[in-house]
Structure formats: C-alpha cells, structure tokens
C-alpha cells in the first residue's frame, strides 16, 4: 500500500497543520466528538451503499460500526502527533467482506463516505484549534489533502487484500471441490473418519438424497486434451444445471467432464419421491447443444454408489451418437450392453466366416447388415422388410441367399439371425 509516512502531501500537510497550531491540539476536540462523528458516519455509508440494507447476514453493520470507529481513532492518532500506527485492521475488514462475499464495489464506496462524512468534521475541529494568525484556507485545505490521502490508501490497501483473499479462497474452494469430486467417485472406507467427517460437512451424508452421475465430451474427443476447449465444455454443463433444484459438483478427469449431481429423493417419509433424477436432467442437459456428447447414469441410493454411476455413464456415453446426444444409461438395451462390454474381450475369437463377410458388406456399401437389421426390426416379417426397405421381397430374399453362401448362417432362422447381428456388432471399430 502507499505508505502515508513517506507520502509528500503528507508531510506537507501535517507540517502546515503544526505550524497553524492544529498539530496536536486538535485531538481533544477530536476526541470529545469522535463518537457522535461515527454514528454520522454508519448512517450516511449505510444509506449511500444499498449494499448494507440488501445483505442478510447480521454481523454486516456491527462490523461497520466497529471498523469505522477504528478509522475515526487512527485519523485523531495522526492529527495528534502520534503517527499512523498499524492498519491490520483494514487487512482484516477486507478479508471477512471477501469471506462473506460482500460486493468490493460497496466496500469501496463506503470509503468514499468516510471522506465525506469525516471532513466537516476534522475541518471544523482544525479550525477551532488554529492559531488566530493561521490561515484559514491553508488550513482546510491540508485537512482535505491529509484525509484524501488517507482514503486512498485505505481503499487501496483493502481492495488488494480482498482480491488476494477471495484468490486464496477460490484456489482453496477449489482444492477441496476437486477432493470431494475424487471422494465420491473413487469411492471411500466408511471406516475413514476424514473422509466420512468431509462428507457429513458438505452435506453429502444426509438422509433422503438421490445421485446421479452425468460425463460429457465433444464429439471430437482430441478437443478435450485442449485445457481451453475442456474448460469451455465443464462451463457449458455448469451453466446448463445451474437453473435446476440439484447440486452439482464438477470436474475434468480423463478428458471428460464429470459430474455428481445430487438431489432430494423426499421430503419425508410421508412424502411421495420424486421423479428420477436421471429423468430430470434429460431437458437441461439437451440445451447445451450439438457439439457435446452425454452420459448419465441410473440414481444412486448413495454415495457408496457413485463409483458404480459412473462406470454406467461412461457406458451411456460410449453409446451416445450425434443423434441421441444425451444417453441415459436406463436408455441402453441388454443387447447393447453385451455388446459394449464383451466386444474387446471376443475380438479373437469372432467366426472364422466374419472376416468375409464383412468384406462383402462393405463391397456392397452395407446393404447386408441393414437388410438383416430391418429383418429384425420388422419382426423376421419378408413383407414388411421389403416395404421398410423400398425393395421387392424377392430381392430380400436373394441377400439372405448371399449372406447363407458367405457365412454358412441361415439369416431366415432366428438363432443365425441372432449370431450375425451380434457378430456384426462386436466387429465395428
């Protein structure tokens, strides 16, 4: 901060003051009217900053008394003679205003009072204790010199301090965010009185909760290397959950967005539950738009099944297309999560006839596979399939011939139908 000590307008000030007689004969007077000046001062910084009226918290104006008059008794140390003594206080004014997120802007322009409310006063006392020759305009305009000084080393040494604060805070915020977030979704001992201790004080232990596990990424997974990128996406599921009756805890782990989202199951044992949570985040999270891809697990009971949600969102957000964005993982077929889950462990011991197969699929631009899909689809219905897939039903027909060359698999039968759909889909990359 400005050290007033050293300042020049200081100086100057004061020795005019001394030579005037103001220096040290003000501070009797000073004295006498310290306490009604202060309670001048709180009425005019609490009507002039809404800030004081809007807040709740009920420790705001006592601690604005009290700091206040703390500045009223530095200011009569200076006139006195006896110099600026410390100023911890105004260090430590701005680290409970960071704390309490007390606006900075406010906090400011209740300095901005303090000059104007405290001038009248120390003016009026300087000039009744000058000397008869001092020169009057001399005089005020020292008092005024000395005081805007003195504001505007205050203002400046408490805005510092309330940034750095509110940094220190944010950064520790943060850290502990990031340990719960790790907590949850690695999963704990019950047995770890810390953790269970960090839970219960974060309110994660509480009765009659609901959890649920949302992961997201853009469709281009190599942009969640990109910090910027990654940042960018963590804001967007942010802001799209921000508006809704849940809490979230968010961050980035491998290259995903990962959420715990939490929310009253009931109010009470006599209370109907509510809605699945899963189920109340498909609307928010569709608005974040076609550039991110969507997992969310089923509700967890518990905490202790967090690490189990999130193994089922990053299932669902394996399976999430461009398309279907958002993936409930209560969304996903038994088929598709044998699929997904067994399709690297059978890589080596797919049907020797696959390979083929698969050749000639892809030589035909894929008409094998979405005729037996259709087939399927359609109930094993020749008819149907063929009016699905704008074709004659002898045409139908002839692929199935095709398919039963290639594959030795008779696709009209339902268990060859069945074991080339599900090595078809184990082969996709």
């Given at each position: 901060m400005p050290d007033l000590a050293q300042s020049d307008r200081v100086r100057a000030s004061l020795d005019t003051l001394r030579r005037s007689g103001v220096v040290p004969g003000i501070a009797k007077p000073l004295t006498e009217g310290a306490e009604a000046a202060t309670r001048a001062l709180v009425d005019y910084a609490v009507q002039a900053t809404p800030a004081y009226t809007a807040s709740g918290n009920p420790d705001i104006l006592p601690e604005l008394r009290q700091h206040l008059g703390q500045h009223s008794d530095v200011l009569i140390s200076i006139l006195a003679g006896r110099g600026l003594g410390e100023l911890e206080f105004v260090r430590e004014n701005a680290r409970r205003r960071a704390e309490q997120k007390f606006p900075l802007d406010a906090l400011v322009h209740t300095y901005r009072c303090l000059h104007r409310s405290l001038l009248p006063w120390i003016r009026d006392a300087a000039i009744e204790a000058a000397n008869e020759d001092a020169?009057?305009?001399r005089v005020v305009a020292a008092i005024t010199d000395l005081l805007t000084e003195y504001v505007d080393a205050i203002g400046t040494l408490a805005i510092r301090e309330y940034v750095a604060h509110t940094r220190r805070f944010?950064?520790?915020?943060?850290?502990r965010r990031t340990e719960l977030l790790n907590m949850l979704l690695h999963g704990y001992d019950e047995s770890d009185s810390r953790a269970a201790e960090l839970l219960r004080r974060s309110g994660y232990l509480e009765q009659r909760q609901s959890f649920c596990v949302v992961v997201a990424r853009s469709v281009n997974p190599q942009e969640m290397q990109n910090a910027a990128r990654a940042q960018r996406m963590l804001d967007s599921v942010g802001v799209a959950l921000q508006d809704a009756p849940m809490r979230t805890l968010l961050g980035v782990r491998d290259n995903l967005v990962t959420a715990v989202v939490s929310a009253t199951r009931r109010q009470s044992g006599w209370t109907a539950p509510q809605n699945l949570l899963a189920d109340r985040l498909q609307k928010p999270l569709e608005k974040i738009g076609p550039a991110a891809l969507i997992g969310v697990s089923?509700?967890?009971?518990?905490t202790a099944h967090i690490p189990r949600a999130l193994k089922e969102a990053k299932l669902a957000l394996d399976l999430a297309t461009v398309r279907d964005r958002v993936m409930p993982y209560s969304r996903i077929s038994v088929r598709q999560l044998l699929v997904q889950v067994a399709a690297d462990q059978v890589?080596?011991?797919?049907?020797?006839?696959?390979?083929?197969?698969?050749?000639?699929?892809?030589?035909?631009?894929?008409?094998?596979?979405?005729?037996?899909?259709?087939?399927?689809?359609?109930?094993?219905?020749?008819?149907?399939?063929?009016e699905a897939l704008s074709i004659h039903p002898n045409t139908i027909y002839a692929r199935m011939q095709k398919i039963e060359g290639i594959t030795g698999q008779n696709p009209l039968k339902f268990n060859a139908l069945n074991e080339l759909l599900l090595a078809a889909e184990c082969a996709r990359p």
């Open positions: 020169h009057v305009r944010a950064e520790a915020e943060g850290d089923r509700d967890a009971p518990s890589q080596g011991t797919l049907p020797v006839w696959l390979e083929p197969f698969t050749a000639a699929d892809e030589k035909a631009k894929g008409i094998y596979v979405a005729t037996l899909r259709a087939y399927a689809d359609h109930d094993m219905n020749v008819l149907r399939t063929a």
